[in-house]
């Protein structure tokens, strides 16, 4: 499939809006980039081309904050049960229809700003966190595969622990790294990344990288409440598109 460059130009930009995200709080491009590049295209070629930044700027991002890393067998457990279920995950996008997965990355999207609203006080003790790792991996790993959000279990799964923010930028890198590392090769192998999806996906890794510094001044110039209010109010605006999409046009 070949682009054309309007919406390569918008895939590019929806990638520097999620590196706005990463930049702000350690983690999430995804969370923004994959819902704008699937309205764009198709949800099998948004996952394929943002396997590239997720495993390049969490790679880079994990060894910079390395020292700050949770206990080992956490980031095991919670980073193996990723890798697991991104398999999983990545033949469920083979197989599935793409209005189906457009659907479910809406509802779990829609999910998780529900839970981002409803939950913001939630806490987790560390020991039941340590129990319940490897789980929660695999299903965050499962949705990254299938959807390429894992962000309404991993990301909500370590917020509710309550980490400084370098050691929640340090285990979230490493668990979407692994992630990354074994949802790509098993995107070559069922054919969803191709050398084209590849390429797109190192100008995604540029445009996040560089809007990176411009995310994280703004997370010291803006209230976290009211950033954070933005984009849920972003993901829902998406959400509602791909849905009346689907459903209705």
Request: include cysteine; charge should be positive.
């Amino acid at each position: 499939m070949e682009l054309d460059i309007l919406t390569l130009a918008g895939a590019l930009v929806a990638c520097a809006m999620g590196g706005l995200l990463k930049g702000a709080t350690g983690a999430g491009a995804p969370i923004i980039g994959v819902p704008v590049l699937a309205a764009l295209v198709d949800v099998q070629f948004a996952v394929a081309v943002f396997v590239v930044p997720n495993l390049l700027t969490n790679f880079w991002q994990g060894w910079q904050t390395r020292s700050h890393l949770l206990p080992w067998p956490f980031v095991i457990l919670f980073a193996a049960g990723g890798g697991i279920g991104a398999v999983i995950g990545t033949y469920l996008l083979a197989g599935l229809p793409s209005e189906a997965l457009l659907v479910i990355m809406s509802v779990v999207v829609l999910g998780y700003v529900a839970f981002r609203l409803l939950k913001s006080d939630w806490v987790l003790p560390y020991r039941t966190g340590l129990w319940v790792a490897a789980p929660v991996g695999i299903l965050g790993g499962t949705l990254q595969g299938a959807i390429g959000i894992s962000a309404p279990a991993s990301l909500s799964f370590l917020n509710a622990l309550k980490l400084p923010r370098l050691s929640f930028i340090a285990t979230i890198s490493v668990f979407f790294s692994v992630m990354s590392a074994f949802q790509f090769e098993r995107l070559i192998e069922v054919g969803l990344l191709t050398g084209e999806r590849f390429l797109v996906g190192l100008g995604a890794t540029a445009a996040i990288l560089a809007a990176m510094p411009l995310g994280a001044m703004l997370a010291r110039k803006v209230a976290r409440e009211t950033f954070d209010r933005i984009i849920l109010g972003l993901l829902v605006l998406i959400s509602a598109k791909i849905l009346v999409e689907v459903f209705v046009l």
